[in-house]
Nanobody, 122 residues
Framework: VQLQASGGGSVQAGGSLRLSCKAS????????VGWFRQAPGKEREFVAA????????HYKDSVKDRSTISRDNAKNTAYLQMNNLKPEDTDVYYC????????????????WGQGTQVTVSS
C-alpha cells in the first residue's frame, strides 16, 4: 500500500487542521492507519491510530481531547482532525499503515507516507 499525507500548514494557536492520508495499492480497508509526528533530532512519536474496521481508535494522551482520527474506506483515505492546536504540536506528521502489531511503536508500522509539516505559532 502506498500512502500520501497532506493537509499540513501554518496556523495560530487555537486553530485547526485536518490532515489526510490517501492510500493506493492493496486493500486499504484491511489495514490499520496511524499518525505519527517527529521533530528534528527526536524519535518519531505516536499520535493516533484507527483499526481496519473503524471500530477502535487510540490517541496519545496529550491530543486525545483535541483530535479525531477517522477513515473513509470508500475513498481510501484516513483523516486526523486536530483542534485547539498548540505550539508544541509543531512537527512533521506522518501517516502509516499496518496489518497487525503494536499501535504505538513506530517500528511496527511497515508502510509510510511522506511527512506533512504542521506549524503552530503562539
Amino acid at each position: 500500500v502506498q500512502l500520501q499525507a497532506s493537509g499540513g500548514g501554518s496556523v495560530q494557536a487555537g486553530g485547526s487542521l485536518r490532515l489526510s492520508c490517501k492510500a493506493s495499492g492493496r486493500a486499504f480497508r484491511n489495514y490499520s492507519v496511524g499518525w505519527f509526528r517527529q521533530a528534528p533530532g527526536k524519535e518519531r512519536e505516536f499520535v493516533a491510530a484507527i483499526s481496519w474496521g473503524d471500530t477502535n481508535t487510540h490517541y496519545k494522551d496529550s491530543v486525545k481531547d483535541r483530535s479525531t482520527i477517522s477513515r473513509d474506506n470508500a475513498k481510501n483515505t484516513a483523516y486526523l482532525q486536530m483542534n485547539n492546536l498548540k505550539p508544541e504540536d509543531t512537527d512533521v506528521y506522518y501517516c502509516a499503515a499496518q496489518l497487525a502489531g503494536s499501535r504505538t511503536d513506530w517500528r511496527n508500522w511497515g508502510y509510510w507516507g511522506q511527512g506533512t509539516q504542521v506549524t503552530v505559532s503562539s
